[in-house]
């Protein structure tokens, strides 16, 4: 009989220790190590596996390949076909993270019933609820199908024979957490179990051209639980982002083999479920306030996608000694920089001032090209002057007072144009290679004391 192994592992990177530590040298982590025995795992026998076709078993030349025989499946959700990079590519495996409660399992029973309708053969296969709990919940989102079948397991033997009888389209793993290696001794949830489960579905999913979608719970930090390699053996990994309180939804894709990253679908969350959001600007611009102080607008840009977003500031007299800083959906330093470069640039005594900075709405911004907005907020505070409703500002702010160049200027201002905006401030080396529309006036400006002239005057 083997000698039985044991090790300690973090459960927070997956690093192994042949002793017990108080805390993880990898990552840093108090009381993440946890004992796990180390068996041998028998080879299986998985005739799924094993099935694969014979153009995938021996090596072949990229012009061989022909895409057109696997094309992308377009759902009728435009704004997750924009985050997908155009489409579901079949074979592919999607991790989809966030906070308890968000709607991660809304998205991909409506999703699930889309592709049901459609006559593709999806087996949901949940390690939380029941096949009741499950058809309840599609009895409120209006989700059905002949196609559409239910599988409560957490098993992963069990679900890989239910797949190979079954011959699926798509899956949906719900969630990688629950789910269980029997032949591995550590518990649920542990790294261990979590690499395993991952590698089995991935070996299914590239196997066969099966597109699964995996469910993955997040900590408090945000990042997705379990250990990094998971989200390294995937190819999509999307998050679901959101306030509880606010009835929209992000959906942002942070990893893409098939499309660009940093692409982002707006969604709202009804009682019937998530329905998308297809002009996000009038959203988070509906109730601006006319001639208010300490508002600012700024086109900025979400993947391929420009939204204009308010930003707001509040800067009042402080009642102690250091000044406080406190920002919403904005970069706490980001701010306190552009502060400092308005007190030494433009003469703003800011020192001894408290600053509430937010971005309307929920959203959350962190791209340079926000700097100015954040700075023209943040003055026009100060001085109690308020900011023509029908100005945006674009720009990044330099520590030497310049405004630098962005990306993508022409998509910037064309979106500020399409919903009513007369004038747009812009960096001046942005002016060149392209040509303004006509129903905004562009104003170019080199300095952040050039650029707050135009805007007040002074």
């Not at 053969?121 to 919940?137: A, F, P, T």
């Not at 962005?406 to 399409?418: F, H, M, S, Y």
């Amino acid at each position: 009989m083997a000698k039985v192994k044991t090790q300690y592992v973090c459960q927070n990177c997956g690093y192994s220790s042949p002793r017990y530590l108080g805390r993880c040298p990898n990552c840093g982590n108090w009381n993440s190590l946890v004992e796990e025995i180390q068996e041998p795992v028998s080879k299986k026998n998985n005739n799924w596996a094993t099935a694969r076709s014979q153009r995938a078993s021996k090596p072949q030349l990229l012009s061989q390949v022909d895409v057109h025989e696997s094309p992308r499946y377009v759902t009728k959700m435009p704004e997750l076909n924009r985050v997908l990079g155009g489409g579901i590519v079949p074979g592919s495996l999607v991790l989809i993270g966030g906070d308890p409660g968000i709607g991660k399992s809304t998205l991909l029973m409506q999703v699930s019933g889309q592709l049901a309708a459609a006559q593709k053969k999806v087996l949901y296969v949940s390690g939380e609820e029941s096949s009741l709990q499950i058809k309840l919940r599609s009895q409120r989102l209006g989700v059905g199908g002949d196609n559409f079948y239910l599988y409560p397991e957490t098993d992963m033997q069990v679900i890989r024979q239910a797949a190979s009888q079954l011959k699926p389209d798509f899956m949906v793993i719900d969630s990688v957490q629950t789910m269980q290696e029997p032949e591995l001794s550590s518990a649920i949830g542990s790294v261990a179990q979590i690499r395993e489960v991952t590698a089995e579905l991935l070996k299914i999913a590239k196997s066969n051209d099966i597109t699964i979608f995996i469910v993955g719970h997040v900590t408090k930090g945000g990042a997705i639980a379990g250990p990094k390699i998971l989200e390294h053996m995937v190819d999509t990994v999307l998050y679901f982002e959101g306030d509880l309180h606010h009835a929209y939804r992000i959906l942002r894709a942070v990893k893409n083999r098939f499309g660009s990253t940093n692409e982002i679908g707006i969604f709202e969350m009804r009682e019937s479920g998530l329905t998308e959001v297809a002009n996000p600007s009038e959203i988070f611009l509906e109730e601006r306030l006319q001639g208010a102080t300490g508002s600012a607008v700024v086109a900025s840009l979400e993947g391929t996608r420009p939204i204009l977003a308010e930003v707001q500031a509040l800067v009042t007299p402080t009642a102690f000694g250091n000044a406080k800083r406190t920002t919403t959906g904005l970069d706490h330093n980001r701010v306190s920089l552009i502060m400092a470069v308005l007190e030494k640039r433009a003469g703003l005594l800011l020192q001894n001032q408290d600053a509430y900075l937010k971005a309307a709405g929920g959203v959350k911004l962190d791209e340079p090209a926000i700097d100015l907005a954040l700075a023209v907020s943040i003055a026009s505070s100060y001085r109690d002057l308020g900011t023509k409703s029908t100005d945006c500002f674009i720009g990044e702010l330099g520590l030497t007072g310049e405004i630098r160049r962005v990306n993508r200027i022409e998509t910037r201002v064309n979106e500020a144009a399409k919903l009513g905006f007369k004038r747009a401030v812009i960096p001046k080396n942005n002016l060149t290679g392209w040509q303004p529309a006509a129903a905004i006036e562009v104003l170019p400006v080199a300095t952040l004391s050039q650029a707050l002239k135009v805007v007040f005057g002074k």
